[in-house]
């Protein structure tokens, strides 16, 4: 079975520039996540989305911060503009249900010049 | 105070070592507890997921809870180079909100 896809897997940038991130799910997960993780940090839920649906999005920086899941299927994270402390790392993960166990992908590594 | 307190590390041990890793929360209403195992420029995997308190074993891992301490772990046995990590524990109140709460992670050196 494939794991989570994510593209791309590094990203340099300057700051401002705008950054987008993809991400495929487990074929037959309902739920997706967004993580930020930071250097020597645990994950940090950005946004959920339930199918086609954001049902908790209340971390995201909604000025800059943007994501969308059309179909229900894979989902896209951007950036517009990036800033210097936006560098980190950016998980998707995936699950069955709510309430099921977390699969992760193996995360986009943005660095913002 | 942090929702969940995770020590850091770095912790080395020789192989073939018992290795305990733990947590502690502050939320009473934490019900589900994971443990992850994130390799150097890799996604976090999933070891063990457990619900409320007790223990649950696989393998050479074997995951506590004590709720009423509000207390997990993570046991190694037979520790192995492979097992050089860092690893996060991970927890959520209910299924209908799945949101997860991370430690910082504690790496972990098997030293062969």
């Known amino acids: 079975e494939a794991g989570v896809v994510q593209s791309p897997r590094y990203k340099i940038i300057e700051k401002k520039q705008p950054v987008a991130f993809w991400c495929n799910p487990i074929?037959?997960?309902?739920?997706l996540y967004w993580y930020l993780q930071n250097l020597g940090q645990g994950p940090e839920l950005l946004i959920r989305?339930?199918?086609?649906?954001?049902?908790?999005d209340s971390q995201l920086p909604k000025d800059r911060f943007s994501a969308e899941r059309l179909k229900g299927v894979d989902s896209t994270l951007k950036i517009q503009p990036a800033e210097l402390g936006d560098s980190a790392v950016y998980l998707c993960a995936s699950s069955l249900d709510p309430g099921s166990g977390q699969y992760f992908g193996p995360g986009t590594r943005l660095l913002v010049l | 105070q942090k929702e969940v307190e995770q020590d850091p590390g770095p912790l080395s041990v020789p192989e073939g070592a018992i290795v305990s890793l733990n947590c502690t929360y502050s939320?009473?209403?934490?019900?589900?507890f994971m443990w992850y195992r994130q390799y150097s420029r890799k996604g976090p995997e999933l070891l063990m997921y457990?619900?409320?308190?007790g223990n649950k074993e696989d393998g050479r891992f074997t995951a506590q809870v004590d709720k009423s301490s509000k207390y997990i772990s993570l046991f190694i046995r037979d520790s192995q180079p492979s097992d050089s990590a860092t690893y996060l524990c991970?927890?959520?109140?209910?299924?209908?909100?799945?949101?997860?709460?991370f430690g910082t992670g504690t790496r972990l050196t098997v030293i062969p």
């Open positions: 457990t619900y409320s308190s």
């Open positions: 991970a927890m959520s109140a209910r299924t209908g909100a799945n949101n997860l709460f």
């Open positions: 989305y339930e199918n086609e649906e954001a049902v908790d």
């Open positions: 074929s037959g997960h309902n739920t």
């Open positions: 939320n009473s209403a934490f019900q589900y």
